[in-house]
DNA sequence: AAAGAATGTTGTCATTGACACCATTGTTTC
DNA sequence: GAAACAATGGTGTCAATGACAACATTCTTT
């Protein structure tokens, strides 16, 4: 009569189950509207479990930006280890892993970007958005080392690239693009970047 | 015993005063916490009364993004009436309308793409951004009148310009700019996009 | 003046995040 | 190996919220 297999009083990996699911869920009815009760239906658990892993909400959503972080971080520095590469080609391949990025996750992305710029934003997740773009300053400083960027503090300039792809991105959501339109635009904006940051000892070719 | 100035059964300005309420709101504790029963109290009306006007939460946030159109609108409209300046002039004045707007506003400006995107957004919400930018591809077709822009679709070439100036607004909000560093960049960025947007018989200047 | 439209109110419901307190299981230490 | 304790899960409850129905008051229109 009893099942086979009753769930045993402990879940075994409830925070496991609970960020995956948890994902799942970012992506599909956005930050928002995540409900952690609803995430304990779902794993079958009562709704004050997830309490003993994430204190509160907001601890749920700061492990899944820190998970998010961590996967773009990958992404970029996958895109930026060919050292041999000339500069162009890497920011484009740049360019490509993180308008990818965002256009798979989407809601992830925003509520990275929110988690970090939260008041009380743990120091954890500072430090795993530092360490995620960090190969981009190192991809401008060996740019600056071949003479292809101008002098000037490589984190900046990192940034302003990144300035251009969110921009795209934001773009992309206003769902201007038809179809793979928005490839071709990276490759546009980024030369178009590219120009202005070639140093000018003489005007820019 | 009575007080003199009893507020009337009809409160006689809700619609306008829960918008201007709102905004507040918005501003201060941003567009998800926004809370209708919290407005209600503030105004001293019943927790309902807000239905009246707005059936629900989202029509409200709506009626407030359609106002920001509008401001955006005239921000917009403002920095571009002058057409006798030239398009790089022009562009620079654009730029820091939109920044200065988003600067303003940040959680406006969020919630306002954010209605706009919504799945059923209102028709009206969508007319009311189109309104707001179209001064700009006007401008942009001033600008390859006169040379100084690329062929091409002038709204696709206008939205490339507010991508450019939407990645500076989303680098702002990660507290980049100690002070007036902001307004350089505006120019900066801008001198990079006009290079890229200029003709080509010969190589660009 | 009467009818009906606008506009507000009271009362209620389900959902949610958070919390206090209790139950069960795993682990460590003597 | 058993007892103490930590880790993890459950029950019950609370206040806040958005949404709704049913009812009250005032304004407008005919």
Chains 1, 2 share one sequence.
Do not use: C, W
């Not at 948890?22 to 009760?37: F, P």
């Not at 479990?49 to 972080?69: M, S």
């Not at 960090?134 to 300035?163: R, Y």
């Amino acid at each position: 009569m009893s099942k086979p297999e009753q769930r045993p009083y402990h879940h075994g990996n409830l925070r496991e189950e609970l960020l995956e699911a948890g994902m799942k869920m970012l992506e599909t009815t956005g930050a928002r509207d995540l409900s952690l009760r609803e995430l304990s239906r779902e794993l079958g658990v009562s709704h004050t479990a997830p309490r003993r892993h994430f204190p509160d909400k907001q601890a749920l959503l700061d492990a899944l930006a820190l998970h998010g972080f961590a996967l773009l971080g990958v992404a970029i520095a996958k895109a930026l280890k060919d050292r041999s590469l000339d500069f162009k080609t890497r920011l484009v391949k740049l360019g490509r892993a993180y308008v990818g990025f965002a256009v798979k996750h989407p809601a992830l992305l925003s509520m990275m970007f929110a988690a970090k710029h939260h008041d009380d934003a743990p120091a954890e997740l500072l430090a795993a958005a530092e360490r995620a773009f960090a190969p981009s300053s190192l991809a401008f400083e060996d740019g600056q080392a071949a003479g292809d960027v101008i002098p000037g503090d490589s984190k900046d300039l990192s940034l302003l690239a990144f300035t251009a792809m969110q921009g795209l991105v934001s773009l992309s959501h206003n769902g201007i693009f038809r179809g793979e339109k928005i490839d071709l635009l990276i490759g546009g904006i980024l030369e178009h970047l590219i120009l202005g940051l070639k140093p000018r000892k003489e005007p820019a070719r």
